[in-house]
């Protein structure tokens, strides 16, 4: 996320704070340097050159270029701006009964799939949400609504089949809703490949019946400058509350999001971060802001973590760590916490100055796969004793998992260095610290780095 945007900001800060002095010379090149990144980034042109003249309008100011260190005061600068241009305060979803939300956006944005998210976002916050199907144009919408709702134990309303009354099924829904013990409803609408009178005359009735507390668009943020276009069509056909950007694990420029809030001027309400159906999060621009900029995002790695990891389980792993009896199958259970948390690259990209760190190596998230498919070619006494993993053995899981003898040796050589730190308390220390980012930085071989 942001990738190409983050890595051009990086390099002018380090620029500027190369200077023990700076200059206005010093200050315009590096906006130049910045316009160019956000324009790359695919941020819209009016809104980069305004966000561009705020920076520099701040950074030239006296108190700036005669400081200690203007470079750090630049940076502070460019995040307070950032997180401003993001939507500075987060808004809060209403939820104020009856607590109706449509779901608006084109087809392919991930409109159904995020619907089914924001269900099970709010259940975890205490609510009790319902979800009622109303894409009458798209029949797979409604059987595909159905499933998630199975997955993640949501009650569904679904249309008669073949009903095309849109208004119909939304009174018909009413009637099932208070039926429910919810309190909140989710109504997902009918999408098309673009914009078109029909689809809007749909949802402006829907929408006069319901009169639902928030309408959210679900935007696509990878479609760069047409999701901004879409998001002011929408906006001026039915009133949006808020917006849902999507896919934005995927996205390595960005410049949608950071469009969308100035374009709009409707904030962006939560975030689409990966495929599986608890990848979506209320939106902070704060610490979006930070993460651009290269600061991190501990608050977000915390609460990953708080949902990915078993307490109890935790405590045996340190456990067994002390004791040095950790084996294979307790590697496996770290690999599956660590794509709990959105993968490794997810992680080091949370975790403070890691990512400048971590330039130049690869991080790629298909290792713990590799991993994974190793391990799970062994035996459970294999994976307990993996001193018995002698030649043909290994041939043997090599053929499993569909890797080379090379990598499962690398991977068994790794797993031994890493029991004989364990016993070695100043090297475990050691390899934390270098995992934590202090001096020698990079990720230990052992954390599926083959």
Same mark, same amino acid.
């Given at each position: 996320m942001f990738d190409s /945007?983050?890595?051009? /900001?990086?390099?002018? &800060?380090?620029?500027?704070?190369?200077?023990?002095?700076?200059?206005?010379?010093?200050?315009?090149?590096?906006?130049?340097?910045?316009r160019l990144a956000l324009l790359e980034a695919d941020v819209e042109f009016s809104v980069a050159k305004q966000f561009i003249a705020n920076v520099k309008e701040k950074? +030239?100011?006296?108190?700036?270029?005669?400081?200690?260190k203007p470079g750090q005061q630049i940076v502070k600068i460019f995040q307070d701006e950032m997180t401003g241009l993001l939507g500075g305060d987060k808004e809060p979803i209403n939820l104020d009964p009856p607590a109706y939300i449509m779901m608006v956006g084109l087809n392919g944005a991930g409109k159904t799939?995020?619907?089914?998210? #924001?269900?099970?976002?709010? @259940?975890k916050q205490g609510r009790r949400p319902l979800l009622v199907a109303c894409d009458l144009f798209r029949p797979a919408?409604?059987? =595909?609504?159905?499933?998630?709702?199975?997955?993640?134990?949501?009650?569904? &309303?679904?249309?008669?089949?073949?009903?095309?009354?849109?208004?119909?099924v939304a009174k018909a829904a009413e009637k099932w809703i208070k039926e429910q013990n919810g309190t909140v409803t989710i109504f997902d609408t009918a999408g098309r490949q673009e914009i078109d009178e029909e689809l809007i005359g749909e949802l402006k009735e829907l929408?006069?019946?319901?009169?639902?507390?928030?309408?959210? /668009?679900?935007?696509?943020?990878?479609?760069?400058? =047409?999701a901004v276009s879409v998001a002011q069509h929408f906006d001026e056909a039915v009133g949006i509350s808020g917006i849902v950007l999507t896919k934005l694990d995927g996205d390595a420029r960005g410049g949608a999001a950071l469009s969308m809030r100035?374009?709009?001027?409707?904030?962006?309400? &939560?975030?689409g971060m990966g495929e599986k159906m608890s990848d979506l999060e209320a939106f902070d621009p704060e610490r979006l802001a930070g993460r651009i900029l290269g600061m991190g995002d501990v608050v977000g790695l915390v609460e990953a973590a708080a949902d990915a990891i078993d307490e109890k389980e935790a405590m045996r792993m340190a456990e067994k760590m002390r004791k040095a009896t950790f084996d294979f199958e307790d590697f496996l259970s770290q690999m599956r916490m660590m794509k709990k948390m959105g993968g490794l690259s997810n992680?080091?990209? !949370?975790?403070?100055? +890691?990512?400048?760190? +971590?330039?130049? !190596?690869?991080?790629?998230d298909d290792m713990l796969k590799h991993t994974e498919a190793?391990? /799970?070619?062994?035996?459970?006494?294999? @994976?307990? @004793?993996?001193?018995?993993?002698?030649?043909? @053995?290994?041939?043997?899981?090599?053929?499993?998992?569909? +890797?080379?003898?090379?990598?499962?040796?690398? #991977?068994?050589k790794q797993f031994s260095m890493m029991r004989k730190m364990m016993k070695n308390k100043g090297k475990m220390n050691k390899m934390m610290k270098q995992f934590g980012g202090g001096k020698g930085g990079g990720l230990p071989k052992g954390l599926g780095g083959f």
């Open positions: /945007l983050a890595d051009n /900001l990086q390099g002018t &800060f380090k620029k500027l704070r190369g200077h023990g002095k700076l200059t206005e010379k010093n200050v315009s090149d590096a906006m130049r340097e910045v950074a +030239m100011g006296e108190a700036v270029l005669k400081s200690v799939t995020t619907s089914a998210k #924001l269900a099970l976002h709010l @259940r919408a409604v059987d =595909q609504l159905e499933t998630l709702a199975k997955q993640i134990d949501i009650p569904i &309303f679904k249309p008669e089949p073949g009903e095309k009354d849109l208004i119909k929408h006069k019946y319901l009169s639902p507390k928030e309408t959210l /668009l679900v935007a696509d943020s990878a479609t760069g400058q =047409q100035t374009v709009t001027n409707k904030p962006i309400k &939560f975030a992680i080091m990209g !949370m975790i403070p100055g +890691m990512g400048a760190q +971590m330039k130049g !190596m690869e991080v790629d190793i391990i /799970l070619s062994m035996t459970p006494k294999e @994976r307990a @004793r993996p001193q018995i993993l002698n030649a043909s @053995r290994r041939k043997r899981i090599a053929k499993g998992s569909g +890797m080379t003898v090379t990598k499962v040796n690398q #991977l068994i």
